[in-house]
């Protein structure tokens, strides 16, 4: 089968959806299929990585979130030659941004069946985003305008209906793959087609370390350092923690210096080590040796860091509002909390690390989450997927298409014009 996958973000970002992207592109790249990834990246050009033909549009730098690129113009003419040269069967697209766009208007032109992957719930990040600003982040001119005439937050409130509307996107897909239960109900409580969701994880890539000790007081936190994953409260929690331990923050992001900033002002910088973003095997090794993983993140549609941490033996402490409550079950592979309180996580933090019998009881749960999230069971169930798409009229999806169309219109105009202001 020749796939066209689709993804508004690839290297040299580096993220969640990133990975995810690749692993499935080098499954299916394994089982024999010709896959052609459409990606934004930091050049244009074309390129075979390991057997996959990568396709590259050259993107900007976002300013308001600096890892990400952004696109305001279509590449169709190049696309619509290579998807005729390579005769794509199939398209799969995992955002709704410029690219997502292109795999949609190729897909109605071509009839060619389309599938979407939900990876980040982009609305519900808003409240993170902008709370950034107040953490070391330089607010946009747009912003500080909107709360000079006060009328910011009814806005903002506005634009997360507009973001909403924005994903109606995924609705005009044959089938929307959301990575997690979680996921798929908030999808479907904002007007999104239960009947066209299929739950499927993230793949993970888990390589076990022989004879690595665990060091009985490790804390570990991996993730980017970004206003969703919440490092903060964690970094904050830090400071109630009773038992003595050393903390790893791994990874990199537009948070950094606030957050080593915070370790110090909270009194624990000599405890904390921030190590930017480091080697696979270095990170495993972390993973394996660490007592306990934290995160704090709220809105993961799954959270690929925590099911790694299962996978390597670590207990976790997460939040309820993550995709990882799939397969974190509350005081058998980890702790639930309910809130945002740093001293109830300290608290947790505390438990764990006196109770050494519960981190023994992780093994078991780690085989399950390597075999949940195995990548030739995964990309079984997405071939099964590819094969029973059928292109349905556009007319079917007619009102969904238009939802997102004045969500997307309302979205870029509000991206263009920031971005404007902020150059003046």
């Not at 969640?16 to 394994?30: I, L």
């Not at 997502?100 to 599938?115: D, E, F, M, T, W």
């Not at 007081?217 to 009773?242: A, M, T």
Request: aromatic residues 12%; charged residues 25%; positive net charge.
């Amino acid at each position: 089968m020749n796939i066209g996958v689709f993804t508004d973000t690839f290297k040299p970002c580096t993220n969640g959806v990133v990975d995810a992207v690749w692993r499935v592109c080098k499954g299916f790249k394994k089982e024999g299929h010709n896959v052609h990834l459409f990606a934004l990246s930091d050049s244009d050009g074309e390129e075979k990585i390991e057997g996959i033909y990568v396709h590259k549009f050259k993107g900007k730098q976002f300013k308001f979130y600096p890892d990400f690129l952004i696109r305001y113009s279509l590449p169709l003419r190049r696309i619509f030659n290579i998807i005729n040269r390579y005769r794509i069967e199939v398209i799969h697209s995992n955002l709704n941004l410029i690219m997502g766009l292109s795999a949609l208007i190729v897909s109605n032109r071509k009839k060619i069946p389309l599938i979407t992957t939900f990876h980040t719930l982009v609305p519900e990040f808003i409240d993170c985003f902008l709370g950034s600003f107040d953490n070391g982040g330089n607010k946009p001119m747009l912003l500080k305008l909107l709360q000079v005439v006060k009328v910011d937050k009814p806005l903002i409130w506005l634009a997360r209906k507009f973001v909403w509307y924005w994903m109606r996107y995924f609705n005009t897909s044959e089938w929307l793959i959301a990575p997690s239960n979680y996921t798929k109900k908030i999808l479907v409580s904002h007007g999104l087609n239960a009947k066209k969701i299929i739950v499927v994880p993230n793949p993970i890539d888990i390589k076990l370390q022989k004879n690595v000790k665990k060091e009985s007081n490790l804390i570990l936190h991996v993730g980017r350092l970004s206003p969703e994953k919440r490092v903060d409260v964690f970094i904050k929690s830090l400071k109630y923690v009773k038992h003595n331990f050393k903390a790893v923050i791994t990874s990199d992001g537009p948070l950094r210096k606030y957050l080593e900033e915070l370790a110090k002002k909270e009194g624990v910088a000599k405890k904390v080590k921030f190590t930017g973003f480091i080697p696979k095997k270095d990170l495993d090794n972390y993973y394996s040796k660490s007592a306990i993983f934290v995160s704090a993140a709220e809105y993961d549609t799954f959270n690929n860091c925590v099911a790694e941490a299962l996978g390597h033996g670590t207990p976790v402490i997460i939040s309820k509002n993550s995709g990882a409550t799939d397969f974190v079950k509350h005081n058998k592979n980890g702790i639930i909390i309910n809130n945002d309180d740093p001293i109830e996580y300290a608290k947790k933090i505390d438990w764990m690390l006196f109770n050494n019998e519960f981190r023994e009881t992780v093994n078991k749960a780690g085989e399950k989450i390597r075999a949940y999230t195995d990548i030739n069971v995964i990309i079984k169930s997405i071939e099964e997927l590819y094969k029973n798409a059928t292109r349905s009229s556009f007319f079917k999806k007619l009102k969904d298409f238009t939802i997102y169309s004045i969500g997307a219109i309302f979205c870029y105009t509000v991206i263009i014009g920031g971005s404007l202001l902020e150059r003046k």
